[in-house]
């Protein structure tokens, strides 16, 4: 079947329920506030909505569903797990201010073009943004925790910018590396450790501006 409308008598969906279908449409209704990983992963689907009680998107849910190009995150998830939209083709996103954590291979392979992180995200995970190949600028927040190569092999990367704040202090390693259209980084002033191969293979970068710890 190729389209799935579940009735408001639902609150829950169990690991892998609806895994490895031909779904192309999908509406989850307010009443759904718990998925289990991998849900509806291995799909085709093109058209999804996702329920206003749900705050996790747990691991892998909607993973696969490589004619995935738009979603809109509702207002109230908190934390987006690892690997729950990875190998979709999205060409924007929008992260609500309410989501907190990001988690490994979160968005690996998108198609999207310009990210904006808000300010409450405190956590992205190990390759988060990995393979973004058609990124063009990213503006990092406040109070964040990188991990290791999490915006690695953004082919089309120009531009980061580091906000100032005392809590960004490391960069990760591989954080960047292949990133091979970057042309310039501004970092944050209390960055004080840029991790191992962070910007190896950045064949295009010409401008960085160091914080003063480090100069």
């Known amino acids: 079947f ?3 409308e579940i009735p408001e008598t639902v609150s829950f969906i169990g690991e892998c329920a609806f895994k490895g ?4 449409k999908v ?3 307010d009443s759904v506030t718990e998925m289990g990983s991998g849900a509806f992963s291995m799909n085709d689907i093109t058209e999804l909505k996702l329920s206003k009680g749900l705050k996790i998107i747990p691991n892998g849910a909607f993973s696969m569903n490589i004619r995935l190009s738009e979603i809109e995150l509702p207002d109230g998830v908190t934390e987006i797990q690892e690997m729950a939209f990875a190998g979709a083709r999205l060409t924007s996103l929008e992260i609500p201010t309410s989501v907190e954590k990001i988690g490994r291979k979160a968005f690996h392979l998108h198609h999207i073009e310009e990210l904006v992180i ?12 990995e ?5 063009d600028e990213i503006t990092i927040p406040h109070s964040i925790v990188l991990g290791k190569g999490v915006f690695c092999s953004c082919t089309a990367l120009k531009t980061v910018i580091f906000e100032a704040d005392p809590e960004l202090s490391k960069i990760p390693n591989y954080a960047f590396e292949n990133c091979i259209s970057l042309t310039s980084v501004t970092f944050s002033d209390n960055t004080s450790d840029i991790g191992n191969n962070a910007f190896s293979g950045c ?10 710890e480090l100069i």
């Open 118 to 129: 808000p300010g409450n995200v405190k956590e992205i995970g190990d390759s988060a943004f």
């Open 21 to 24: 279908n031909k779904l192309t």
């Open 203 to 212: 064949v295009s970068l010409s401008e960085i501006t160091l914080p003063k």
């Open 131 to 135: 393979e973004c190949v058609s990124l």
């Open 27 to 29: 509406s989850l209704p």
């Open 2 to 4: 190729e389209q799935l």
